[in-house]
């Protein structure tokens, strides 16, 4: 059950890989990466800033919280922070379960949670200046079907 918050590039499939190596206590393993996109061909690059220390404790939380709901055999989550480009990659989570629903399921309520609820700020910088990125409805309405499940 790891936490990483780190600013240098993870290597997907080593990290994919070295968390699938050897399971035999799941029959599921489901992987998730989040890119950084540019949606219209402007942006230049991301920062994304957090507070050390806090930032960690908030996700291990809901980490914990996700291996307890879905019974989790093991899950992992990294998200970069710091300057990133276009195509990059900005985060990564992998769950590992009995069944394939409870493994799925748990990687969709962690990437709600941080698409949503983690304590990052994300600022984009495009030709015509620079603009923090405001929380979407749509990322709401996703986490707010995990509190109805409860």
Do not use: C
């Not at 399971?23 to 690059?45: H, K, S, W, Y």
């Not at 970069?80 to 493994?103: F, K, Q």
């Not at 603009?131 to 109805?148: G, I, N, Q």
């Amino acid at each position: 059950m790891a936490v990483r918050v780190q600013d240098e590039p993870f290597d997907f499939g080593v990290e994919a890989e070295a968390f699938a190596r050897g399971r035999t206590d799941a029959g599921a393993v489901v992987t998730f990466t989040g890119i950084v996109r540019d949606t219209d061909g402007t942006l230049d690059r991301m920062v994304i800033e957090h507070y050390p220390g806090m930032t960690e404790r908030a996700l291990q939380a809901i980490n914990d919280e996700a291996t307890e709901r879905w019974a989790l055999k093991d899950s992992l989550v990294i998200h970069r922070h710091g300057e990133l480009r276009p195509g990059d990659m900005i985060m990564m989570v992998a769950t590992a379960s009995a069944h394939r629903v409870n493994a799925f399921e748990a990687a969709e309520f962690l990437m709600d949670y941080l698409k949503s609820r983690a304590p990052f700020w994300k600022q984009e910088f495009t030709a015509d200046g620079s603009a923090w990125v405001a929380s979407k409805t749509e990322d709401e309405d996703a986490l707010t079907r995990w509190e109805k499940q409860k």
